[in-house]
């Protein structure tokens, strides 16, 4: 009996799609969307028919499009740019000029995705939200959604609870639900999803994975950046809405939920939303103890020297939007009861780091010299970014006569142990998307409930008055955020 081969079973060639990127020039589509899409043509996994039609306002014309595109993934790519597959990939790249808001103008795009009904069709909305609204009624008018459309939004999905759920029914009239993909890009991660297999597919962890177990974690998103060249964005949204929301309460999604029954989208949706909604609400009075905000000043990042945020162009001179955020979160749930959930993010951070970090209880009991608190507990840190590794510290004899104790790293390293090709996010997160597979993507009930906890935590600073704190760039915030974690006994993992 022959036994198919693991590509048979998971064939690696998407199938024929049409893509629609609306904001097809703009700065999400060139640094990341066109490189992500040409690394899946380079590797030989599009069919031969799929084509990318650039949508923007701009009068370009297509060879104008394709050289665009190509100084895009020359950069962005560097030494991974394969000059020899370019022109396979520039064939397949289309540009339409479309002002979103007119009619008349969806008229060209029926016309060039006409003949192609049957084929899987994926248009990706990176655009302003407030331009969501025409798209989708100009395509449902144009009659450019066939039942093998797709629609992928992307982030922020409104500014609250209140817009994200006008947005939501817009999109509705038009799609149904097991059309729409809502993009977080972090669940795309490579690390994010051996999360999953850590928890799922280890009998090991999980018995450990709950309170009387588990002392604390953190979730730290940092980022040396600025804000570059997205102030007007930035400006109006800061990093509650612009990272806290979305990606950072993902990630804390997928470490606290309970174990889902399959691996199935609705599965593991229904789960995270539960953690969503266990959510202790962060009201006025928790928000003044329970978070800390800030705004970076001018600095030094490594030997840089860099302005801050308020000298960046396009951000307001009395701007009170914060760069920094750290909280403090609690599940009311019997898994999760009292063990704190320490999040953090910022722009101008010292470092460019991604990790979640859950520090296990101490001993009860030390036989050997000390106290247990003079140990240092297990701690598991999972690196999403710069690199991907998960590393468990536990305690071993340090080598002698005496019994002396000493911590050490288990360490895997996900380059160095699987030398496969890795996907980066958005390699992944659109081929799962033109595949049909909705588990990695926000369902609306998600997005709701992040933003119910996130609208009181912004009410609450709206009323306050005070403003974010300042920090030097190229510091860890500020101090009243070592302070929030400091007055539980813990500390920010690699901050001294
Ligand atoms: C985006 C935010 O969603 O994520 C940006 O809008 C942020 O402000 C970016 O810089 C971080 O993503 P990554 O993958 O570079 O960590």
Request: proline share 5%.
């Given at each position: 009996?022959?036994?198919?081969?693991?590509?048979?079973?998971?064939?690696?060639?998407?199938?024929?799609?049409?893509?629609?990127?609306?904001?097809?020039?703009?700065?999400?589509?060139m640094r990341k969307?066109l490189p992500a899409?040409f690394n899946?043509?380079?590797?030989?996994?599009?069919?031969?028919?799929?084509?990318?039609?650039?949508?923007?306002?701009?009068?370009?014309?297509?060879?104008?499009?394709?050289?665009?595109a190509?100084a895009s993934c020359r950069t962005r790519l560097g030494?991974e740019f394969?000059?020899?597959?370019?022109?396979?990939?520039?064939?397949?790249?289309?540009?339409?000029?479309?002002?979103?808001?007119?009619?008349?103008?969806?008229?060209?795009?029926?016309?060039?995705?006409?003949?192609?009904?049957?084929?899987?069709?994926?248009?990706?909305?990176?655009?302003?939200?407030?331009?969501?609204?025409?798209?989708?009624?100009?395509?449902?008018?144009?009659?450019?959604?066939?039942?093998?459309?797709?629609?992928?939004?992307?982030?922020?999905?409104?500014?609250?609870?209140?817009?994200?759920?006008?947005?939501?029914?817009?999109?509705?009239?038009?799609?149904?639900?097991?059309?729409?993909?809502?993009?977080?890009?972090?669940?795309?991660?490579?690390?994010?999803?051996?999360?999953?297999?850590?928890?799922?597919?280890?009998?090991?962890?999980?018995?450990?994975?709950?309170?009387?177990?588990?002392?604390?974690?953190?979730?730290?998103?940092?980022?040396?950046?600025?804000?570059?060249?997205?102030?007007?964005?930035?400006?109006?949204?800061?990093?509650?809405?612009?990272?806290?929301?979305?990606?950072?309460?993902?990630?804390?999604?997928?470490?606290?939920?309970?174990?889902?029954?399959?691996?199935?989208?609705?599965?593991?949706?229904?789960?995270?939303?539960?953690?969503?909604?266990?959510?202790?609400?962060?009201?006025?009075?928790?928000?003044?103890?329970?978070?800390?905000?800030?705004?970076?000043?001018?600095?030094?990042?490594?030997?840089?020297?860099?302005?801050?945020?308020?000298?960046?162009?396009?951000?307001?001179?009395?701007?009170?939007?914060?760069?920094?955020?750290?909280?403090?979160?609690?599940?009311?749930?019997?898994?999760?009861?009292?063990?704190?959930?320490?999040?953090?993010?910022?722009?101008?951070?010292?470092?460019?780091?991604?990790?979640?970090?859950?520090?296990?209880?101490?001993?009860?009991?030390?036989?050997?010299?000390?106290?247990?608190?003079?140990?240092?507990?297990?701690?598991?840190?999972?690196?999403?970014?710069?690199?991907?590794?998960?590393?468990?510290?536990?305690?071993?004899?340090?080598?002698?006569?005496?019994?002396?104790?000493?911590?050490?790293?288990?360490?895997?390293?996900?380059?160095?142990?699987?030398?496969?090709?890795?996907?980066d996010?958005?390699?992944?997160?659109?081929?799962?998307?033109?595949?049909?597979?909705?588990?990695?993507?926000?369902?609306?009930?998600?997005?709701?409930?992040?933003?119910?906890?996130?609208?009181?935590?912004?009410?609450?600073?709206?009323?306050?008055?005070?403003?974010?704190?300042?920090?030097?760039?190229?510091?860890?915030?500020?101090?009243?955020?070592?302070?929030?974690?400091?007055?539980?006994?813990?500390?920010?993992?690699?901050?001294?």
């Amino acid at each position: 009996m022959s036994v198919p081969s693991a590509s048979a079973l998971h064939p690696r060639v998407l199938p024929d799609f049409d893509l629609v990127l609306f904001g097809g020039t703009g700065d999400l589509a060139m640094r990341k969307l066109l490189p992500a899409l040409f690394n899946r043509h380079r590797h030989g996994e599009m069919a031969a028919g799929a084509r990318v039609i650039g949508v923007a306002r701009g009068a370009l014309t297509r060879d104008e499009y394709t050289a665009l595109a190509e100084a895009s993934c020359r950069t962005r790519l560097g030494d991974e740019f394969d000059a020899e597959q370019w022109p396979g990939f520039a064939a397949r790249l289309h540009y339409l000029r479309v002002d979103a808001t007119a009619r008349a103008d969806y008229a060209a795009l029926s016309a060039l995705l006409g003949g192609r009904e049957s084929v899987v069709r994926l248009f990706f909305l990176s655009t302003a939200p407030d331009l969501f609204t025409s798209i989708c009624c100009e395509l449902a008018h144009a009659g450019a959604v066939t039942p093998a459309s797709r629609i992928v939004l992307e982030k922020p999905l409104g500014t609250d609870a209140a817009s994200a759920n006008k947005i939501n029914e817009t999109v509705a009239s038009a799609f149904r639900e097991h059309q729409i993909y809502r993009i977080d890009h972090y669940l795309g991660k490579e690390t994010v999803q051996n999360l999953l297999a850590l928890r799922f597919g280890n009998a090991l962890f999980e018995p450990l994975w709950r309170r009387g177990q588990v002392s604390h974690v953190q979730i730290t998103v940092a980022e040396q950046l600025g804000v570059g060249s997205r102030a007007d964005f930035y400006d109006d949204t800061g990093a509650l809405r612009d990272m806290v929301q979305n990606h950072l309460l993902q990630l804390l999604c997928i470490l606290a939920m309970e174990p889902p029954a399959s691996s199935a989208a609705d599965a593991v949706r229904d789960e995270k939303l539960k953690v969503l909604r266990a959510l202790r609400p962060i009201g006025d009075a928790e928000a003044v103890v329970n978070t800390v905000r800030g705004q970076y000043r001018a600095g030094v990042i490594g030997t840089t020297p860099v302005g801050g945020y308020l000298d960046e162009e396009g951000v307001a001179p009395d701007s009170a939007t914060e760069t920094f955020v750290a909280l403090k979160a609690q599940i009311e749930t019997w898994r999760w009861a009292g063990v704190p959930f320490y999040l953090r993010t910022g722009k101008r951070l010292p470092e460019q780091v991604a990790e979640i970090v859950i520090t296990f209880e101490e001993v009860p009991h030390s036989i050997f010299d000390g106290t247990p608190s003079s140990q240092p507990p297990n701690r598991l840190v999972i690196r999403l970014q710069p690199d991907e590794n998960i590393t468990l510290r536990i305690l071993a004899k340090s080598p002698g006569e005496a019994m002396r104790l000493k911590a050490v790293d288990l360490s895997l390293d996900f380059a160095e142990s699987f030398k496969a090709r890795r996907f980066d996010a958005y390699e992944r997160l659109l081929g799962d998307a033109i595949q049909g597979n909705l588990t990695l993507f926000m369902r609306r009930d998600e997005v709701d409930a992040a933003w119910r906890w996130i609208d009181p935590i912004r009410a609450a600073w709206d009323a306050d008055g005070d403003g974010p704190r300042p920090y030097t760039a190229g510091t860890w915030g500020p101090s009243a955020a070592s302070a929030l974690i400091a007055r539980d006994g813990f500390s920010w993992h690699g901050e001294l």
